[in-house]
């Protein structure tokens, strides 16, 4: 699938659409869901063109995949999810249940999540 530059986590990439903005750095930027599933529910997206995990490691960069991953764990400190722990998830296709084709990380965190698939 070919990147869709309207999708709407580009566009609050490009600052058309506001978001409530967690962290954010030269690669990366995360935010709260608009529909929290969890008491913490952050989206963490690389601010490059990918339109899901398997696009991201074929044409990123090496610098780009660490600043990413790197940064999910920074995320997650910053909401205080360091000790008690958290779900990292990504959504990839239809059969995922991807519904925005910019790739996001779902930091879920701030209670038990349970069961890992429903
Ligand atoms: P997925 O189904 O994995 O593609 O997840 C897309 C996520 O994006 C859902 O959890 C939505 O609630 C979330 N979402 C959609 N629009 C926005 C928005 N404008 N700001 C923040 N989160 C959004």
């Known amino acids: 699938m070919s990147y869709d530059k309207n999708n709407i986590f ?3 990439l ?5 978001c409530k903005k967690v962290y954010e ?3 990366v930027l995360a935010f709260h869901d608009i529909n929290p599933q969890k008491k913490v529910h952050i989206l ?4 490059g063109e990918y339109v ?8 990123a960069s090496d610098k780009e995949i660490v600043e990413f991953n790197k940064a ?3 995320v997650a400190n910053l909401v205080g999810a360091k ?16 519904e925005v084709p910019h ?10 999540i349970g069961k890992m698939v429903s």
Request: charged residues 25%.
């Open 103 to 112: 790739l996001h990380f779902h930091l879920f965190a701030g209670e038990k």
């Open 83 to 98: 000790d008690k722990g958290y779900r990292v998830l990504t959504n990839i296709g239809s059969d995922g249940g991807q």
């Open 72 to 74: 999910v764990t920074h």
């Open 10 to 12: 580009a566009k609050i």
């Open 52 to 59: 899901d995990l398997n696009d991201f490691n074929n044409k």
């Open 44 to 47: 963490v997206i690389p601010k």
């Open 25 to 27: 750095n030269d690669h």
């Open 14 to 18: 490009r600052g058309e659409i506001p």
